[in-house]
C-alpha cells in the first residue's frame, strides 16, 4: 500500500484546510486510516481516524469539534477538513492506515502499518 498526502499550505489563523490522502495498491476496506501530526521538537500525535466498517471516527481532544475526517472508498481517499486553524495546529502531518486495529490502539501510531510521507501545515499569526 502506498499513501500520497497532500493539501498542505499556509493559512492564515482562523482560516481552513483541507487533506487529502490517496491509497494505492488497495482498498481501504478493513482498514482503519488516520491521521498524525509531528510540531518541530514534538514527538508525533494522534489528530483523527476513520474505521472504514461502520464509518466510525475518532479525534483527539485538541481537534474535536475543529477538524472532520471523512473517506471516500471508491476513490480510495482520506480527508481531513481543518477549520478555525491555529498556530498550534502548525505542523507535518501525515496519514497512515493499518488492518486489524482493535479500538483501544487506533491513537497508537505503532498500530498503523503504512504511512504517507506527509504533508507541512503552517498557521500563521
Known amino acids: 500500500v502506498q499513501l500520497q498526502a497532500y493539501g498542505g499550505g499556509l493559512v492564515q489563523v482562523g482560516e481552513s484546510l483541507k487533506l487529502s490522502c490517496a491509497a494505492s495498491?488497495?482498498?481501504?476496506?478493513?482498514?482503519?486510516t488516520g491521521w498524525f501530526r509531528q510540531a518541530p521538537g514534538k514527538e508525533r500525535e494522534f489528530v483523527a481516524t476513520i474505521r472504514w466498517s461502520g464509518g466510525y471516527t475518532y479525534y483527539s481532544e485538541a481537534v474535536k469539534g475543529r477538524f472532520t475526517i471523512s473517506g471516500d472508498n471508491a476513490k480510495s481517499t482520506v480527508y481531513l477538513l481543518m477549520n478555525n486553524l491555529g498556530p498550534e495546529d502548525t505542523a507535518v502531518y501525515y496519514c497512515a492506515t493499518g488492518s486489524s486495529i482493535i479500538l483501544s490502539n487506533i491513537r497508537n501510531s505503532h498500530a498503523y502499518d503504512y504511512w504517507g510521507q506527509g504533508t507541512q501545515v503552517t498557521v500563521s499569526s
Open positions: 495498491g488497495r482498498t481501504f476496506s478493513r482498514q482503519t
